[in-house]
């Protein structure tokens, strides 16, 4: 069975829940929702295990807090041997309007401190990896106080379908792979 790491990066606790940055956290619920799977506490992460068509998608959400969340890809990366060409991790994205999906097999970490720890612990840019944005709708000197804000409530209607569509992009990116995934969901 092939295996595949999905990685929603997001700060634990209730206060972060409903919150931008947390929109990895976010999406992995609803594709474990789709699966009737549930996640439970392990090692440096919540964890799930979904089986579809032969291939095992082992989603974590670190509870390291966002910017030590290579700590977690690492550990779980080793404990499942998974290859990093089949890790996927998603994160929230200022630069990319409100509810696009841009899926990439390799970049920088675009200022995104979850990303940047994730490249220091793994010792490369070259990982798989889904933004998805998040808009920047705030002033000067706030992207702090906008990423940690919650949804408004329109935002959060629409998220509803997005957060499907995010949960048939993981699916893809398992069973067809990214280059197709990319063509299928970027921009969308």
């Known amino acids: 069975m092939r295996k595949f790491l999905v990685v929603g990066l997001g700060n634990?606790?209730?206060?972060?829940?409903?919150?931008?940055?947390?929109i990895g956290f976010q999406i992995l619920d609803e594709f474990a929702k789709i699966a009737e799977a549930n996640f439970e506490s392990d090692k440096l992460a919540e964890v799930c295990k979904i089986n579809i068509k032969?291939?095992?998608f082992v989603c974590i959400k670190p509870q390291t807090f966002m910017n030590l969340s290579g700590?977690?890809?690492?550990?779980?990366?080793q404990k499942e041997n998974i290859d990093i060409n089949n890790i996927l991790?998603?994160?929230?994205?200022i630069n990319i309007d409100f509810g696009m999906i841009r899926?990439?097999?390799k970049g920088s970490d675009g200022g995104h401190n979850g990303l940047k720890h994730i490249q220091e612990v793994l010792n490369t840019t070259k990982y798989p990896r889904f933004r998805f944005g998040v808009g920047s709708d705030f002033g000067r000197g706030q992207q702090v106080d906008y990423v940690l804000g919650t949804w408004s409530d329109e935002e959060r209607e629409?998220?509803?379908?997005?957060?499907?569509?995010c949960a048939e992009a993981i699916k893809s990116f398992g069973?067809?792979?990214i280059n197709q995934t990319m063509?299928?969901?970027n921009g969308k």
Do not use: S
């Open 12 to 22: 634990p606790g209730l206060k972060y829940d409903d919150t931008r940055h947390n």
């Open 54 to 56: 032969g291939r095992q």
């Open 71 to 77: 700590k977690a890809v690492r550990y779980w990366m």
């Open 89 to 93: 991790v998603i994160t929230d994205d």
């Open 103 to 105: 899926i990439k097999g």
């Open 158 to 165: 629409y998220l509803k379908t997005r957060k499907k569509t």
């Open 175 to 177: 069973l067809v792979g």
């Open 183 to 185: 063509n299928q969901y």
